[in-house]
């Protein structure tokens, strides 16, 4: 169908992406094709940071799109077709020619919540070990990317990256703001810890061209693909140390989106300038 509508559902992961392929497909299943992560979505991400490793140039990476992900769109017989990719997370910003008349969906989360998330679920998950820890160019990394000087790299912790990759992937996300591709952005928290999702939820729909719908709030309390808590802790439990390392690289971001105003948080960075 040449007029399919195409919209990317993008982020950091940790986001409920598996979560909301399905909503859409179960809400609107005459209306939408919605995927999770669809087809060779796994190789642009690593493409895509080497890219922003000054290692790939970007037509290198048109091509692999062109390769891997094109005609997926041309395909679809339905009006609209959704891919909920966080692996997508730097393409509409670095190509947006190659998703002709594109909207973009940006989920961000709380840089605290989402660091926990990542460090427990790539523990916790076979698959997503290997690719975290031993895949090269899995994850952007700040050393080739230019954003910090290599005799950092010694000491530098798993935290801290992750840290470090939520601001630096938000910030290519959030740079679409002031493109010509219609963007979006919400918090994950203001549809899956909040007593009414549909308000934002509705908004969301505004935005993607689809029908309101009602009768959803039980939905939002049932996430797909949970991590489970184990040897890392949510933030109220962290020291005043990692509080302080996770500031420094997202705390810009963190007052943009709202996050942070906790008197427990500020008295945890109140330890650290004291000291």
Excluded at 40 to 68: D, M, V, Y
Excluded at 99 to 122: A, C, E, G, M, Q
Excluded at 138 to 148: A, D
Excluded at 252 to 259: A, F, L, S, V
Aim: proline share 6%.
């Amino acid at each position: 169908m040449k007029d399919t509508q195409p919209l990317l559902i993008i982020s950091t992961g940790r986001t409920g992406t598996i979560f909301f392929s399905r909503l859409f497909a179960d809400l609107y299943p005459t209306l939408v094709a919605s995927y999770h992560e669809r087809g060779n979505s796994r190789p642009i991400q690593i493409l895509t940071n080497l890219h922003f490793s000054h290692l790939l140039p970007r037509s290198g990476l048109k091509a692999a799109w062109k390769l891997f992900k094109s005609g997926e769109i041309e395909a679809c017989e339905k009006q609209f077709h959704i891919d909920a990719n966080c692996f997508l997370y730097g393409l509409a910003s670095l190509a947006p020619e190659l998703y002709p008349n594109l909207k973009v969906l940006h989920i961000v989360r709380d840089p605290r919540t989402y660091v926990t998330s990542h460090l427990n679920f790539s523990r916790q998950k076979g698959t997503s070990y290997i690719a975290n820890y031993f895949v090269p160019f899995w994850q952007p990394n700040p050393f080739l990317v230019g954003e910090l000087p290599l005799n950092k790299a010694f000491g530098f912790t798993r935290f801290e990256k992750y840290c470090w990759i939520w601001n630096f992937k938000n910030r290519v996300m959030e740079g679409l703001e002031n493109s010509s591709t219609p963007y979006m952005r919400v918090r994950f928290e203001d549809l899956f810890n909040t007593n009414n999702p549909e308000e934002v939820f509705g908004r969301i729909t505004d935005f993607l061209g689809l029908p309101r719908v009602t009768g959803i709030r039980e939905k939002f309390r049932e996430p797909a693909n949970t991590s489970a808590k184990t040897d890392f802790p949510e933030w109220r439990e962290w020291t005043p140390k990692q509080a302080a390392q996770l500031h420094s690289f997202c705390d810009e971001r963190m007052n943009k989106y709202g996050y942070g105003g906790e008197a427990e948080w500020a008295g945890k960075l109140r330890v650290t300038s004291d000291e």
